[in-house]
């Protein structure tokens, strides 16, 4: 595709609700990276995935946060449990290979009620 | 750990100026910078990336910079306008591949 995708652009949910967020990369490229901001500062780094498998998990908050990327490419990061802390901006960042230039889709905006 | 702080943390310019955009970080061990702009509710927009081995790059009217025995990189924006108007994001890259930011400058360029 010509850009990173994210789906969906908005998503409200009530405490307590799991939900999945879907990032689709751009075509090609091997490394994608999930990221989260909060109003006001700057995107927090939060999993890395080279190709299917998690090469850095580092910044999941809790294990209430997973990601998948079964086939390479389309990603999936699952929230279960929601809190109204989930509450941000959740971004999705592809590069053509580990340590490229990272290019970011528009984010899914997660509300908690 | 690394940490990234941007100064100022908001700027306003009349249009036209030149102006510089300062990033500074705290461990040089890095593998490159890049520069990113934001509009309100959007995604991030590359700018630049500056691999540790280059000392600056350009593209049309911005030129950034990185001196990483410092710890510092700039991003020099040349006759600004009001399109110009974002938050301006450096960000660090490590060898975990993972982007560590700053908070950001918010500028605003003034007609």
């Known amino acids: 595709g010509a850009g990173v995708s994210q789906t969906p652009s908005n998503k409200v949910t009530e405490k307590g609700k799991y939900v999945e967020l879907r990032c689709d990369p751009i075509s090609g490229h091997t490394a994608l990276y999930w990221y989260r901001q909060s109003l006001g500062q700057g995107p927090e780094f939060l999993i890395y995935f080279q190709g299917t498998g998690a090469a850095d998990d580092s910044g999941l908050p809790n294990d209430r946060f997973f990601a998948v990327r079964p086939e390479g490419s389309v990603s999936t990061l699952k929230i279960q449990r929601t809190e109204r802390g989930d509450s941000a901006v959740y971004l999705c960042?592809?590069?053509?290979?580990?340590?490229?230039?990272?290019?970011f889709g528009p984010g899914t905006r997660l509300t908690v009620l | 750990k690394q940490e990234v702080t941007q100064i100022p943390a908001a700027l306003s310019v009349p249009e036209g100026e030149n102006l510089v955009l300062n990033c500074s970080f705290t461990d040089s061990a890095i593998y490159n910078l890049q520069w990113f702009r934001q509009d309100p509710g959007k995604g991030l927009t590359s700018l630049l990336l500056?691999?540790?081995?280059?000392r600056e790059q350009t593209s049309g009217r911005l030129n950034a910079s990185l001196d990483k025995s410092s710890g510092r990189s700039t991003l020099y924006i040349a006759a600004s306008q009001p399109g110009d108007s974002a938050t301006y994001l450096c960000?660090?890259?490590?060898?975990?591949?993972?982007?560590?930011f700053g908070q950001g400058t918010r500028l605003t360029i003034n007609p």
């Open positions: 960000a660090v890259g490590g060898g975990a591949q993972k982007l560590v």
């Open positions: 500056i691999q540790s081995s280059q």
């Open positions: 960042a592809s590069s053509l290979y580990s340590g490229a230039e990272q290019f």
